[in-house]
């Protein structure tokens, strides 16, 4: 066997040099290559279920599902309390998220037929482009000799340095810059690699598959901006239960009213749990659309329930409590008459809202912050106050004053989040 070629156990070793890149000059580190990430956020999206031939409805998404339920747990527990292993490799938050999704990922391919994991990958490395012969599996394949890598690891060391150097820069052309360095990284690739390689990365990608993008802010509601997702068992109706809430509604807590209403909760739980396992949650426009729908059915027997004047005033303070993201609610949105341009501007202020807030809980190349110290909330408040700032810029002052209005008489919102007694009759999810 040629000895310029890699071995897997080297082949291991020395991908490293091309994952982990540093500013400056030192001792390469001992430890694992980080994998390429995004493995698992192709195998939930609708499309690339379709192309492995994955029914909606099937058992075998349902085992894919259940699979994947833990990995955020697992990865908040190894980010707060990493193990041995985890601490003597020092990887930041991106690359631990890498390293655990691949431990996923090896699960995972024991529940996908062997076509199915070759087509997932091919698309996998599609996304990646030239960047993905860090994958050892590819770049075994490809034939990868130590000299091309340790040229390949100079390419990625020099662009990794400059994009840490233009970071701190900002400005309206970061992204450009950004991608200039990648088209740049991409080139010198290409110069490293043989045409026989560049033509067998080609071949092993397999048929080009057009990836439709994840929902932007152009879609009808907020929620498509970026933010988590955040859906609402119970609907209206368990935010209805909460006692300071029926306290302002004049409702006793014994009354047969409170009963009815916990069984509509309970009903709209079920339901929508039904419909969210037939919807994948990357599409956040169905997502939405399902839960507006089904709360829109329920508000009818709500309706039936409370006076006009309670009804009016639960989801006045309903409204109050969500804040700025009452503006996504349709009611909201048509009273107000927000346009369309409006939408895309508020989606973009939220959007942006939620990216300074992420930051500022997990900073790049750093631990995700633990209790929240009074430095961070005051930045928090910093943050709410521009992005209120910047949506009162957007609606006009008619839109503001209607939007007051509508929220009713301020309510004392530091009582909901109070501790709340639950009785014996009681749902947990309530």
């Known amino acids: 066997m040629n000895r310029n070629r890699l071995s897997l156990r080297n082949l291991a070793q020395l991908t490293l040099l091309m994952v982990v890149a540093v500013a400056t000059a030192q001792e390469p580190r001992k430890d694992k290559p980080?994998?390429?990430?995004?493995?698992i956020s192709l195998i939930?999206?609708?499309?690339?279920?379709?192309?492995?031939?994955?029914?909606n409805d099937s058992p075998e998404l349902e085992s894919i599902r259940k699979l994947l339920k833990p990995l955020s747990t697992v990865l908040n527990q190894r980010l707060n309390y990493p193990t041995e292993e985890d601490k003597a490799e020092r990887l930041n938050a991106q690359q631990l998220y890498g390293k655990v999704e691949a431990e996923f990922v090896l699960e995972l391919k024991k529940l996908l037929r062997p076509e199915q994991y070759a087509r997932l990958k091919q698309i996998h490395w599609q996304r990646w482009g030239l960047q993905a012969i860090q994958d050892p599996d590819l770049a075994n394949q490809l034939e990868i000799t130590v000299d091309q890598l340790n040229k390949l690891s100079a390419v990625n060391l020099d662009i990794e340095t400059r994009r840490k150097e233009i970071r701190p820069q900002g400005g309206d052309n970061l992204e450009a810059k950004v991608q200039e360095l990648d088209a740049e990284r991409n080139k010198k690739y290409t110069?490293?690699?043989?045409?026989?390689?560049?033509?067998?990365?080609?071949?092993?990608?397999?048929?080009?598959?057009?990836?439709?993008?994840?929902?932007?802010?152009?879609?009808?509601t907020n929620v498509a901006a970026g933010g988590p997702i955040r859906t609402r068992p119970g609907g209206l109706m368990a935010f209805a239960l909460r006692e300071?809430?029926?306290?302002?509604?004049?409702?006793?807590?014994?009354?047969?009213?409170?009963?009815?209403i916990r069984k509509l909760s309970e009903a709209h739980t079920a339901e929508l749990r039904k419909e969210l396992r037939a919807i994948n949650p990357v599409v956040r426009e169905r997502v939405q659309e399902a839960e507006v729908k089904l709360q829109g059915q329920y508000d009818l027997e709500l309706k039936k329930l409370l006076t006009p004047e309670q009804f009016v005033r639960l989801r006045q303070i309903h409204w109050q409590q969500l804040g700025l993201q009452a503006?996504?609610?349709?009611?909201?949105?048509?009273?107000?008459?927000?346009?369309q341009e409006q939408k895309e501007q508020l989606a973009a202020v939220e959007l942006a809202f939620f990216k300074n807030v992420r930051e500022l809980l997990n900073p790049r190349d750093a631990r995700p912050v633990g209790p929240v110290s009074a430095e961070i909330q005051k930045k928090m408040k910093l943050a709410r106050d521009e992005q209120e700032t910047k949506v009162n810029q957007i609606l006009t002052q008619v839109q503001r004053n209607q939007f007051a209005e509508l929220k009713g008489?301020?309510?004392?919102?530091?009582?909901?989040?109070?501790p709340q007694r639950r009785d014996a009759n009681q749902s947990p999810d309530q």
């Open 244 to 260: 300071p809430i029926l306290k302002e509604l004049g409702i006793e807590n014994d009354s047969p009213v409170v009963a009815e």
């Open 191 to 220: 110069e490293v690699l043989t045409p026989e390689q560049l033509a067998k990365f080609e071949q092993l990608k397999g048929k080009p598959f057009d990836l439709p993008a994840p929902a932007t802010s152009a879609t009808p």
């Open 44 to 55: 939930v999206r609708e499309p690339i279920q379709r192309e492995l031939g994955i029914e």
């Open 34 to 39: 980080v994998p390429l990430r995004g493995m």
């Open 409 to 418: 008489k301020p309510f004392e919102l530091e009582l909901l989040w109070a």
């Open 327 to 339: 503006l996504n609610e349709a009611d909201v949105a048509k009273a107000l008459a927000i346009t």
